[in-house]
Every structure is written in C-alpha cells, then in structure tokens.
C-alpha cells in the first residue's frame, strides 16, 4: 500500500479543508509547487492534486497546476477538482496528470462516466465521496441520489482504473479513517481501492493497509501538521 500525500489548491495557496467546508480553511504553503517537491523528496510515491477553485465552481487553475505536476516528476500525479466535461479531462491529461480523478459528473451522470472511461482506459479514478450511504457532489455542497455502493459498480463497470473512497464526514479531521466503510467497499469489488478522509497516525494507515484491494491512502492534514511523518510512514505500510 502506498501513502499519497495530498495537495489541495486555492487562491493559489496549499490549504486543506475541515469536511470540505470552504470556510473551514487552513494554509499550509504559499508555494504548492515547492510543496510537491518537498513530498516527492521525502520519499512519495505518488501525489494527490485537487483544484478546490474547479471543485468549488470557480476558474480552473491550470497554470498553477502544470507547475505542480512539472515539479513532481517524476512521481506521477493524479489530479481532480472541477472536472466535469472530456474537454477538462483532456486538458489534465495533457498537462501531464498521469490519471485523473472524477466526481461530480460521474455520480449525476453514468454515460459520461462510461464514455470518459472508455476514452482514457486506465487512466480515470473515480472520487466516491460518501456522507453516509449516498454520494456527496459538487464540491461536497450537495448530496446526490446514488449511493456509494452503486457508483462503485457504476465506476467498475466502466472500467475506471481505481475508486477513491473519501468519508466526508472525518475528511480534514484526524479523526481516524471509516476502516469499516472502506473494508466494506473495498470487499465488493475487483478494482483497486484508495482510501482517503481522516487519518491521524502511522497506526491508522496500518489498519488499512490490512484491507484487501486497498492499493492507497490519501494523507493530508495530518502530514502538513507533523502527525504523520512521511517518512516514516512509507516504511511502515510501503509492499
């Protein structure tokens, strides 16, 4: 299992949010760029990269963003916030995201999901951002109709490269991860599965990296505030 460091962009800046509330916002680095190097030197395997102004409803920040996966490599990036047409995708994947990680449009609407899937085969993950059973969407704003468990299916049937579970509820928390949440997810399906939302210490990666089909886990707070080091981190849960 992998530990992801997280980078959430706005205004330019790297924050991180408590349960997704824009108002709820801390700011960790002026320099999200300077901010992927630093994770990439300390050992990561991969980044996480959200555009929370795209999420959020706002322009996207796709100079910003270019820099941050040029200053990664070469430690792919997968990259989401605000993604909700092919032509958004396209241009992530050009601007050099290895995968991209869709939520909003993929939970409202299952043919876009199968047609951006079958477009870039391996290359989409989809964001199942669960407030309880059902689907949180449009920047965690609203909740949709589907359950987790149904985009799950939804995503493996259209051949997404991994699902993303996050647990709103705890994400930007340190609360300890839903690890019952995840293992059940986790246990109806064949893909793999990134986990993300809450977690506090090297004991609560070890407990998911017991989860068969948990291939990663997305880190934020708890790496920007020193609970987690890195380092030690990977060493701990790293194959």
């Known amino acids: 299992m992998i530990v992801i460091p997280a980078i959430d962009v706005r205004r330019g800046r790297c924050v991180r949010l408590r349960q997704g509330r824009a108002e709820a916002e801390t700011v960790f680095a002026q320099d999200p760029a300077a901010m992927a190097k630093r994770w990439v030197d300390l050992g990561a395997e991969r980044l996480h990269v959200v555009d929370l102004d795209g999420a959020l409803g706002g322009p996207r920040q796709t100079a910003l963003l270019r820099r941050i996966i040029e200053a990664a490599a070469p430690v792919p990036v997968q990259l989401g916030?605000?993604?909700?047409?092919?032509?958004?995708?396209?241009?992530?994947?050009?601007?050099?995201?290895?995968?991209?990680?869709?939520?909003?449009?993929?939970?409202?609407?299952?043919?876009?999901?199968?047609?951006?899937?079958?477009?870039?085969?391996?290359?989409?993950?989809?964001?199942?951002?669960?407030?309880?059973?059902?689907?949180?969407?449009?920047?965690?704003?609203?909740?949709?109709?589907?359950?987790?468990?149904?985009?799950?299916?939804?995503?493996?049937?259209?051949?997404?490269?991994?699902?993303?579970?996050?647990?709103?509820s705890r994400d930007g928390t340190e609360r300890g991860p839903n690890v019952e949440d995840t293992e059940a997810l986790a246990r109806t399906m064949s893909m793999p599965i990134l986990a993300s939302g809450g977690v506090a210490s090297i004991e609560d990666l070890r407990r998911l990296a017991t989860i068969p089909g948990v291939a990663g886990v997305v880190v934020g707070r708890a790496l920007y505030t020193g609970a987690i080091d890195l380092g030690q981190a990977v060493a701990a849960v790293g194959a």
Do not use: N, S
Request: glycine share 12%.
């Open 81 to 168: 916030g605000g993604l909700r047409d092919e032509g958004a995708v396209d241009e992530m994947l050009e601007a050099g995201a290895r995968w991209v990680v869709v939520g909003t449009r993929a939970a409202l609407d299952p043919t876009f999901l199968t047609a951006v899937c079958r477009r870039h085969p391996a290359r989409v993950i989809v964001a199942v951002d669960g407030r309880g059973p059902r689907v949180a969407v449009k920047g965690w704003t609203e909740v949709a109709d589907v359950t987790v468990a149904d985009l799950g299916r939804q995503a493996q049937g259209a051949g997404a490269a991994a699902l993303l579970y996050t647990d709103v």
